[in-house]
């Protein structure tokens, strides 16, 4: 790895202990004004400074994030479909060059494994990191999931493995039981998305399993930014991540904060 690459993996996964707690608020690329995100700068400025990175598109990027904002940014860079079109027909969305120009920490990219754009999207994947090499930018792979495929641990296994196999320096995929072995058999880290928005315990739960399974972190969007307190939230999840505190330790924080703000 490169000198710059390994410099800007570390902005977003955290030395002092390999972790991450990545803010993923980069659901418009394809849904539009999402639940929470309607108006992104609102959303975003009194939680940004919790997040160890931010996952977001450029154009919120541009518009609703200060520049002199100091959280490293990956950056969505695939897309091209809406929720009114087969997902799976993405491609790259944005130029390397301009990610750099936007000083960006690393890129981010879906794959649809199973799905009918399959080699399409794996082959976007090995193009972005062919680029990531030359400019030493980090590659996040999204195993994305289609609604007709199960969500087990035979299934995120592969494709989180497809997806380190082509040279993805990180993925992201969804916690499911049997996690511990979609995680061994990764030689790359992982983060856990959040899935659609439930209670804030089963959140915290969903944060504390994946971690313990071997997890570096999470990536995790709707539970913060839906939640009635975000600040309060995304700190409950960062006493997880990074603090080793347990569910009911989490959700006591989350109490408390909510409370006083
Ligand atoms: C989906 O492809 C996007 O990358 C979202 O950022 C992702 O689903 C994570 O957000 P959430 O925690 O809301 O599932």
Same mark, same amino acid.
């Given at each position: 790895? /490169?000198?710059? +690459? ?9 030395? &002092? ?6 803010? !993923? ?6 849904? =539009? ?8 700068? &609102? ?20 518009? $609703? ?6 959280? @490293?940014?990956?950056?969505?860079? /695939?897309?091209?479909? /809406?929720?009114? /079109? ?28 199973? $799905?009918?754009?399959?080699?399409? *999207?794996?082959?976007?994947?090995? &193009? ?37 196999? +082509? ?8 916690y499911?039981? =049997? ?5 061994? #058999?990764? @030689?790359?880290?992982?983060?856990i !998305?959040g899935g ?6 089963d959140a915290l739960q969903l944060a504390y399993q994946a ?17 009635? #307190?975000?600040? !309060? ?22 109490? *408390? +904060?909510?409370?006083?703000?």
């Amino acid at each position: 790895m /490169s000198w710059g +690459l390994q410099n800007r993996l570390a902005h977003i996964i955290k030395p &002092k202990n390999n972790r991450t707690v990545m803010l !993923a608020i980069d659901h418009g690329y394809f849904l =539009g004004p999402t639940t929470g995100l309607e108006k992104p700068r &609102k959303t975003i400025e009194p939680i940004r400074d919790y997040a160890d990175t931010l996952m977001l598109t450029r154009g919120i990027l541009r518009t $609703s994030v200060d520049p002199l904002c100091s959280t @490293p940014i990956v950056l969505r860079v /695939s897309g091209g479909t /809406s929720i009114l /079109s087969p997902l799976s027909n993405e491609g790259i969305s944005v130029d390397m060059e301009e990610a750099i120009r936007l000083n960006v920490s690393g890129v981010a990219l879906s794959i649809f494994v199973g $799905s009918e754009h399959e080699r399409q *999207s794996l082959l976007n994947l090995t &193009k972005l990191v062919d680029q990531g090499e030359r400019y030493g930018i980090p590659v996040l792979a999204v195993t994305a999931v289609g609604r007709e495929m199960t969500r087990d641990s035979r299934y995120l296994g592969l494709c989180c493995r497809i997806a380190a196999e +082509l040279g993805a320096h990180i993925v992201k995929t969804y916690y499911c039981e =049997g996690f511990e072995k979609v995680v061994e #058999n990764c @030689p790359v880290p992982i983060v856990i !998305a959040g899935g659609k928005k439930v209670p804030e315990r089963d959140a915290l739960q969903l944060a504390y399993q994946a971690i313990q399974c071997g997890a570096c972190g999470v990536d995790m969007g709707r539970n913060i930014f839906q939640c009635e #307190n975000p600040a !309060a939230m995304i700190q409950a999840v960062r006493a997880i991540v990074h603090e080793n505190k347990n569910v009911g330790e989490a959700y006591d924080l989350f109490e *408390s +904060l909510r409370r006083n703000y």
